[in-house]
């Protein structure tokens, strides 16, 4: 029968039991097919339950999980009538799994040859000198640098994209007839996620497998998906291919997600410009590092000979891979990390280098923003008490007027009074990072130093934060350094952008103007790898291999 | 295995710390000592001494050498194996020691032997079946035995297993050894009440270590290469939690050979922990030293031994 659907899903419900005991529903009457060989992505932001779908496939539910009805069947096999010894017995072999942190998901005390032959150990598909000659052609098909010995190594001695692409190996080791990626490049770099993406749509490809792709990111599904399943509070919104998704969404949800793509022109603000103006900061000649000091120089040396000024006002993009130094930046402006060498400059004062001889008044001037507002708030404090703190270390307020200003700065952000009283816990990720925006903002600063604000949320959210910030720096004259490393926030944001690699800046441009202005080969690189909404993108995508050997870090 | 070089440093570096610490513990041990009240001579030759001969031994015992000398003096006697001359019966120390020695480490091995491969397995298995029945009897019985002291379960065995049944010698020393049952029989009480103090903290740790890795996502990767429970923490949970699990033995452990007086007089064991009460009790310095000292070389071997094991176990410190 050549018409039977791989794989089919009717009507399935997943539920969750809480803390209290109580029953719910994530996973509402989900019904879908999938064709062999044909890759659907489930799409939709965290909490939509794409990965809980996506495991259930497997029999695997997480702790406190359970199938609470529908069915799913993979070739002739009812997973949900199954025994789970006989689940173990399709998993690796009919359905496999690729996940979301290969660094995680490798035993860090085990070599990789080992883990990634080890279904045909546990199945007894392969004797072992077999199944590490297929293990080594994987390697190979997925475009691994060293086939022969890299399986030798231990999972902390490659890199990223390299774990990812030999999580892929692990997973097709069985010849599975379908896989699941669990956002397997979200963790990585623009300039890596390309190759991983690359690689894995030729194995797929050449072995005729089925693929379940999960992701929150409709670019990169584009690239690899041939039909697209788009959810929200675990129910399906719309299915269809990914051209017509693209082209032509008709359930409002999906048309929220692509606008949250529409890159929003950024309209800089209406100050006067002339060159007398004092920058709002200027760095000179920056470096910092770390590691012990000798000679006046740390062992490790991140940033080197940082140049470069802000104009009150204006938004200074930083933008490059991981390791690049963005953050360290950030941190060396704010004196967490003093540099070594350099000077910092806000409002025309030298600042001292370290954050201890900084004067009140200096690092009230100063603000930053951290990335996980789970670790920059502290969980057993409410709202109003984190808020309060500022207030009453930089304006020695008190009391009822401390109570009004911590209102007033929740209304700032767009939230409501009441949330004072409660704990950071009891708030979902944009509230938090809102709070975290709003303890800034209570020093009064002119300058806010925000560190990847909205790497953590989804996009929605995180467009929703970036207008905030638009909105606030029109209110409050406020200046922003922007450090990210997704280029279509930036653009968003910022009038000027910094491409830093391996902690030097190599290029300044215009935000606006990034992609025709680029010269310098490592910028050219990074804004061609940004994935496009448009299905063709991938295949028609060309790069200067050379390029590509000298900066891709793969 | 072979050892790269820089794991050979790691290891060095970690005996060098383990060596310092022994200098640094026999100093504290030594100045302790001196700190106890009451002048040696003095009780040596009891209250009728006249203060000439109380001077007259003291000068004899070198007594009035600046104390930091007398400290160097030991330490090169301690490494060359010479522990001193006991200041109460005259015997070197050595030979006091040795005996009791033999017999804490035979009570100490026989209960290691018995408790860490039961603590591991119930530990293990406890992470294994997590929640099921086993799991919670196993916790239940482990905080029932830490609650308990131990000269309550060691006078409670007397009672039920010499006393009324009559099944097992009340005395282990000096009983009869000629036959493995024999022998099993003499050791099975202290050995039992010493188990069961060391085996409930060991299968607490374990049982902990073994939960955190099965947590990772790398032991969720397993399962869904469709591995048994049983390959999941046998080959991916366990081998990570070494380091933690070696730890939690050496701590338990090392309460085996200094802190058993109490098993040690229950069952009128002549053990190093019992010389050590006798000896502060007669202010004999040279063989306090002495028993303090191999408390706290036992001690410190353990842990040099569980954190060698942690470096050895990671591939990222051994690269």
Redesign the interface.
């Known amino acids: 029968m050549s018409n039977q659907p791989l794989v089919s899903i009717r009507d399935l419900k997943i539920g969750a039991t809480t803390d209290a005991g109580r029953r719910v529903e994530i996973i509402r009457g989900v019904s879908f097919d999938i064709q062999p060989g044909e890759i659907v992505a489930l799409i939709g932001e965290s909490g939509s339950g794409k990965t809980t779908i996506a495991l259930s496939l497997m029999g695997h539910t997480r702790t406190g999980c359970g199938i609470d009805a529908g069915t799913i069947r993979i070739d002739q096999h009812d997973v949900t009538a199954m025994s789970e010894a006989k689940r173990a017995r399709i998993r690796g072999t009919e359905v496999s799994y690729v996940p979301q942190s290969a660094a995680a998901a490798f035993n860090p005390s085990q070599r990789i040859i080992d883990q990634v032959i080890e279904v045909t150990a546990i199945h007894k598909l392969l004797d072992r000198d077999a199944a590490e000659k297929k293990a080594v052609e994987l390697f190979r098909a997925l475009a691994l640098p060293n086939p022969d010995t890299i399986g030798a190594r231990y999972p902390h001695q490659v890199s990223g994209g390299q774990l990812q692409r030999l999580s892929a190996a692990m997973a097709l080791i069985g010849d599975p007839k379908l896989v699941i990626f669990d956002e397997p490049t979200t963790a990585l770099d623009v300039t890596t996620q390309i190759e991983v993406l690359r690689a894995f749509r030729s194995v797929m490809e050449k072995g005729g497998m089925a693929g379940v792709y999960v992701s929150h990111d409709l670019a990169v599904v584009a690239q690899i998906a041939d039909r697209i399943i788009v959810l929200k509070s675990g129910e399906i919104q719309e299915e269809g291919t990914a051209q017509q998704i693209l082209d032509a969404p008709t359930h409002p949800y999906t048309r929220e997600l692509l606008a949250a793509f529409e890159p929003v022109p950024h309209v800089p603000l209406d100050v006067p410009q002339d060159a007398s103006r004092q920058p709002i900061l200027e760095v000179r000649n920056l470096s910092a590092g770390y590691g012990p000091v000798r000679n006046g120089e740390p062992a490790a040396k991140i940033l080197k000979d940082i140049n470069f000024r802000l104009q009150p006002g204006k938004n200074l993009g930083v933008i490059g891979e991981s390791g690049s130094g963005k953050s360290t930046l950030a941190r060396a402006i704010s004196g967490i990390l003093p540099p070594y060498q350099g000077e910092v400059v806000v409002n025309g004062v030298v600042q001292e280098p370290s954050l201890a001889q900084r004067s009140k008044e200096q690092l009230r001037h100063a603000q930053i923003v951290f990335q996980l507002p789970d670790t920059a708030l502290n969980p057993a404090q409410p709202i109003g008490a984190i808020l309060a703190r500022p207030l009453r270390f930089y304006h020695n307020m008190r009391g009822a007027a401390c109570e009004a200003r911590v209102i007033e700065l929740l209304d700032m952000v767009q939230l409501p009074a009441a949330l004072r009283h409660r704990l950071p816990g009891e708030l979902s990720g944009g509230q938090k990072q809102r709070v975290n925006l709003a303890r800034a903002l209570a020093a009064d600063p002119k300058l806010i130093l925000c560190d990847e604000i909205t790497s953590a949320l989804d996009t929605v959210v995180g467009a929703a934060i970036i207008e905030l910030l638009k909105e606030l720096q029109r209110e409050l004259e406020l200046s922003y350094m922007f450090i990210s490393h997704d280029l279509s926030t930036v653009e968003a944001i910022c009038d000027d952008v910094l491409v830093m690699y391996k902690g030097e800046v190599v290029e300044a441009l215009p935000a606006a103007r990034m992609s025709e202005d680029a010269r310098h080969p490592y910028s050219r690189l990074l804004v061609s790898s940004v994935p496009k909404l448009d299905t063709g993108w991938l295949a028609g995508l060309e790069q200067d291999p050379e390029l590509i050997a000298r900066f891709a870090n793969r | 295995m072979l050892l790269s070089y820089s794991t050979s440093i790691l290891v060095l570096q970690r005996l060098a710390i383990a060596l310092l610490t022994l200098v640094i513990v026999s100093f504290a041990v030594f100045f302790a000592t001196e700190l106890l009240p009451g002048d040696v001579a003095q009780i040596l030759l009891g209250q009728a001494a006249t203060p000439e001969a109380v001077a007259g031994l003291r000068e004899a015992m070198g007594l009035n050498q600046p104390a930091f000398l007398r400290f160097l003096g030991w330490l090169a006697g301690l490494l060359h194996g010479d522990f001193g001359i006991s200041y109460v019966n005259n015997m070197p120390v050595a030979d006091l020691i040795g005996d009791r020695l033999v017999n804490s480490l035979r009570l100490a091995g026989v209960t290691t032997l018995v408790s860490v491969p039961v603590s591991l397995c119930l530990g293990i298995g406890a992470a294994m079946w997590r929640g099921s029945l086993f799991d919670r009897i196993v916790t239940v019985l482990t905080i029932s035995v830490i609650s308990v002291p131990e000269f309550m379960v060691a006078t409670l065995a007397v009672l039920i297993f010499a006393v009324w049944l009559g099944w097992l010698p009340a005395l282990s020393y000096g009983a009869d050894v000629s036959s493995f049952s024999a022998m099993l029989k003499a050791y099975a009480m202290p050995v039992i009440s010493l188990s069961f103090v060391v085996c409930a903290q060991m299968i607490r740790m374990t049982r902990a270590a073994v939960i955190d890795t099965i947590n990772?996502?790398?032991?969720?990767?397993?399962?869904?290469?469709?591995?048994?429970r049983s390959?999941m923490v046998l080959r991916?949970a366990l081998?990570?939690a070494l380091g933690p699990i070696a730890n939690a033995i050496a701590l338990s452990l090392s309460y085996l050979v200094g802190g058993v007086i109490i098993v040690e007089t229950i069952f009128n064991y002549p053990g190093v922990a019992k010389l050590m009460v006798d000896a502060v009790a007669t202010r004999d310095l040279p063989l306090i030293q002495s028993c303090a000292m191999i408390f706290c070389v036992s001690y410190l071997s353990l842990i040099t031994l569980a954190d060698l094991m942690a470096i050895l176990?990671?591939?990222?410190l051994r690269k």
């Open positions: 990772t996502p790398y032991v969720e990767m397993a399962l869904l290469k469709g591995a048994r390959r991916h081998p990570n176990s990671n591939p990222r």
